[in-house]
């Protein structure tokens, strides 16, 4: 099976600008989880999507949002960038989201400016 | 109680060694913590997994000790090789149906041949 795909890999941004991540998960996981990574805050939990529906959210403000498709695919969106927002967002899927595996693709890298 | 504390920051351990990675929770809702390796570039990959019924578990050259009085955790990397030197972060997550995973702040392992 294919692994977990992230598109873009790597995009830089301006301050103000807004910006859409997609991630597509392995075949047959319906669960999609985003991760932002910070060298200073570590791998903070966004939000969790599973069968079109949040069902968990992390701690960070209205400014990210993110949805899920009928094929399990998932967009994240932050709106109104800020410096801060310069980070490596993971996407990781697994089949039901519980007590289960979850399995990461590689990241998109967005550098703020 | 949503945290997740790891340490050292960094290790620096001799080929053929044992690497030492330590990690204790407060939330005692959680109960399952997997392990996850980071290469540079790369999006984490579970390495190995426990749940706290088990006390430990051991999978090739890595085990996970598991205290559940003290809300502690390891890992062990055992004959620890070049190929190891990579990013460990320890993380947890809630019983019930989630995915969201709280991780630790990360750990970078260097082996020295």
């Known amino acids: 099976k294919a692994g977990v795909t992230q598109t873009p890999r790597y995009l830089i941004k301006t301050r103000g600008q807004q910006v859409t991540l997609s991630c597509s998960p392995i075949?047959?996981?319906?669960?999609v989880s985003w991760y932002q990574q910070t060298p200073g805050q570590g791998l903070q939990f966004l939000f969790e999507?599973?069968?079109?529906?949040?069902?968990n959210k992390g701690n960070f403000p209205g400014r990210f949002s993110g949805r899920q498709f009928s094929n399990s695919r998932s967009e994240m969106n932050v709106s109104t960038l800020e410096l801060g927002d310069s980070a490596l967002y993971l996407c990781a899927s697994s089949q039901q989201g519980n007590q289960e595996t979850q399995y990461f693709g590689p990241g998109t890298r967005l550098l703020v400016l | 109680q949503q945290q997740v504390k790891q340490s050292p920051q960094s290790l620096i351990v001799q080929k053929g060694g044992i690497s030492i990675i330590n990690c204790a929770y407060e939330?005692?809702?959680?109960?399952?913590f997997p392990w996850y390796q980071q290469f540079p570039g790369k999006g984490p990959a579970l390495l190995i997994a426990?749940?706290?019924?088990?006390s430990e578990k051991k999978e090739g050259r890595f085990t996970i000790s598991f205290n559940k009085s003290a809300k502690q955790f390891s890992l062990h990397i055992m004959d620890s090789q070049p190929g190891d030197s990579a990013t460990y972060f320890c993380a947890a997550r809630g019983s019930g149906n989630t995915g969201k995973l709280i991780f630790g702040q990360g750990t970078t392992l260097q082996v020295k041949p």
């Open positions: 075949s047959g996981h319906r669960s």
């Open positions: 426990i749940r706290p019924d088990v």
């Open positions: 999507y599973f069968s079109e529906t949040q069902r």
């Open positions: 939330n005692t809702a959680f109960d399952y």
